[in-house]
């Protein structure tokens, strides 16, 4: 079983940065595939980011892309998302999932994922 907790949510301006921060208890944590996912109140949780397991490929959510950045380091097991330029509507708990390496499913779908951190929440002010 893996365990994610996340980390480095808070209250920011717009305009400001901010560095979430997901630790993985995977033995095996090279040969999964991280994601974070948000949810703000009233909405389901959608895509931000995903980083693949075997190349380091990266994807985004249009509403993201150029502004946040995912990263991992496996030697840490932990996978990161800078977020930088935040808007008022980036406002959200932001949840870390992972996949193992042959889990099957999109990448931008919930279903996509077996594990799932606690969630930590990010509210940018306008």
């Known amino acids: 079983q893996v365990q994610l907790v996340e980390s480095g949510g808070g209250l920011v301006q717009a305009g400001g940065s901010l560095r979430l921060s997901c630790a993985a208890s995977?033995?095996?944590?090279?040969?999964?595939?991280m994601a974070w996912f948000r949810q703000a109140p009233g909405k389901e949780r959608e895509f931000v980011a995903v980083?693949?397991?075997?190349?380091?490929?990266?994807y985004y959510a249009d509403s993201v892309k150029g502004r946040f950045t995912i990263s991992r380091d496996n030697a840490k097991n932990t996978v990161y998302l800078q977020m930088n330029s935040l808007k008022p509507e980036d406002t959200a708990v932001y949840y870390c999932?992972?996949?193992?390496?042959?889990?099957?499913?999109?990448?931008?779908?919930?279903?996509?994922?077996?594990?799932w951190g606690q969630g930590t929440h990010v509210t940018v002010s306008s």
């Open positions: 999932a992972g996949r193992g390496q042959y889990a099957t499913g999109s990448y931008y779908y919930t279903s996509g994922y077996n594990y």
């Open positions: 995977a033995r095996t944590f090279s040969r999964y595939s």
């Open positions: 980083i693949s397991w075997n190349n380091g490929n990266t």
